[in-house]
């Protein structure tokens, strides 16, 4: 009985064993085993019932025939195509190319098909059967590919889209105040900027604003549309007079903090009068401009439709979790979702229109990025799951994992393990809807951009769930089809032109990195992590070329406010420092590690001999313009500094393990964006990230370059 539980596992993904953060060997219990194989529908109560679980994975895994082939089936360009099944040598087979054309020809002598050069999505007719062949490259597209350079040395910003300023701007950072600071940007030489991730969230719920839990991943943020952009700044104004709320507009756009619940609500409501006078208006301009919403709705389908359907239905139900809905209004597909539909049509075209200015706004940003000179451009960023009670567990059920959520085993950081409460994707229904949520998902993220960072992307290999109600501690790792869907990211990247970074940082399974970079995908370095086994922070020419380098994170403290210990502070009020810590005791350790990443910079001479380092003994700007000059002389081929870096701020924009203790993704930054990078100091810095770049590309960087410049300049 438990070695055929144990089969029944391995064969489902389950990963029995695996290496903790320390490295120590860990086994998945039985009863977690047991949990979690019920979740993912394979009943474990008697052995007949194990065997008919074995059966249908066979199937699933090696099919008998070509009548239980998947609708895909992804494979690496001009390779040997090995097929689900084994078929005669000889067989006959028909692929109908993408572009246009058709190949005939037959099995070879070990029934595999002929490697195909041309990447796209074919339709392979062979056996009676008809499926999709997606023939991908062998990388992704990559910055020596947009660059037309063997060793690009690239640099950008990257910046938290709410964040940023623009007059009339109603509170919410937006596209338009995006367009002004990458048309900034590029002006001071930067090659791209990656931005937070713009996903759609819950319009008739506010409340829920975390960036990294949306209702969609495969549409947009419609709080981030620019309505100006297509209907100019009169017509909003006249919108927004109309329901008197200038004034509140003007209030929201002063504070410093983002009030994501009532800029949202302020928002969307002078949209709304927009959207009816649009509607209502018969002169040509708007009668042109519907034709264009139309073609953008039919072009989006039923992925479009069905989010704005559950738009329209979360604000006559109310804000909460569709699986509490009316039974007959959970189902998409419903003949009363249908009756709803037609009675509600003005209120679902009003999400329509919301989505077709947010996906015009975000156009027109990459659009300035690229004309402005920029090597890619907007960097769009993937969360790595979707908020369980959203749009998309509601309209692509079968495509989710239901009764799990997306976490972590306990670590060096997190001794209970976490639980993100995010839905994941289903293996196993990936495979059986040809993956059609995940490459919707690429296509929306690389549709308005040159580049994409995929969250945690060790999760196309395994993602650690935790089956609701229980502890972080009893979930365990489901392994997922991570080649099918490393071709799929390189074949959109290709398609869309856009490079491809991973977030990869934290515990990670051996050798993983080495696929990504085989695949083309960029990893991520981050300044604090970069050391050697003694913790001495790594001389630049010893840093990764296979690597996007960053000095921070959105979780990890900004260069100031490390520094400064600012992030020690905040722990401690917050009461998140460990049991074996104290204030004083992290603000030592952080007078270590001064001394360390000064030595490392530069910034003590040539014969450094400070053990330690008050925050004091060296101005946080000269740290800065240290930082962006290591950085810069790494072998990296994309650098992304944090806006806060260039400015030179202290506070980061969340804190994780808090709610409302900190204010997690509300911090504005006070300069409007046409201004945020115009002062002589950001200026500076940024020049000189620009000449040391130039300088490492041409294999002469200077000794300040690589080592930095002593505190007596």
Known sequence: MKDKLRQLAEA???????????GEPCQLSTQVQRTLLGILGFATDNEAAMDEGLQRLKRLHTPESPAEWPPLLTVDCETPITLPSVLPPGTDFILVLEQGGRVEGNLNSDGTMPGVAEIGYHQLHIANTELTLAVAPHQCYTPADASGKTAPKLWGLATQLYALRRPGDGGIGDALALEHCVT?????????????????????????YSPYSPSTRLLYNVLYSAAENLFGEARVDEAQARNGLQAELRRLEANDFLDWPEAARAKLSWLRYLYDDFMAREDNAAQALRQDMQAFRRAGGDLLEDHCRFEALQREIGPGDWREWPTELRDPASPELARFAQTRAHEIGFHAFLQWITADSLSRAQRAAREGGMTIGLITDLAVGADAGGS?????????????????????????????????????GLKRSGFRSFIDMLRSAFAHAGGLRIDHILGLMRLWLVPHGASPTEGGYLSYPLEDMLRLVALESWRHRGIVIGEDLGTVAPGFRQRLAARGILGMQVLWFEQDEEQHYLAAGEWSPDAMATTSTHDLP???????????????????????????????????????????????????????????????????NACARHLGATPAPLILLPVEDALGLEEQANLPNTVDEHPNWRRRWTANANDLLVSDEVRERLAELTRTRKAISRGKPSRSALFGRSTHE
């Open 12 to 22: 489902a993904g389950l990963l029995l064993e695996w290496e903790n953060s320390d």
């Open 184 to 208: 900034q940007a590029a002006n001071q030489g930067a090659d791209a900027v990656a931005i937070s991730p713009t996903h759609a969230m819950f319009s008739a719920d506010p409340e829920r």
């Open 558 to 624: 900004t260069v100031a406010g490390w520094w400064a210990g600012r992030d020690i502070e905040w722990r401690s009020r917050l009461g998140l420092l460990k049991s074996t810590q104290s204030a004083e005791s992290e603000q030592q350790v952080r007078r270590q590690e001064r001394a360390k990443l000064a030595t490392t910079l530069g910034l003590l001479g040539g014969t450094p001999t400070a053990e330690t380092l008050e925050a004091a003994d060296i101005p946080a700007s000269q740290v800065l």
């Open 392 to 428: 998309q567990t509601w309209s692509r059920q079968t495509d989710m994992l239901e009764g799990v959520s997306i976490g972590a085993p306990p670590d060096l950081f997190n001794g209970q393990g976490q639980d993100w409460g995010l839905a994941a994707f289903s293996p196993f």
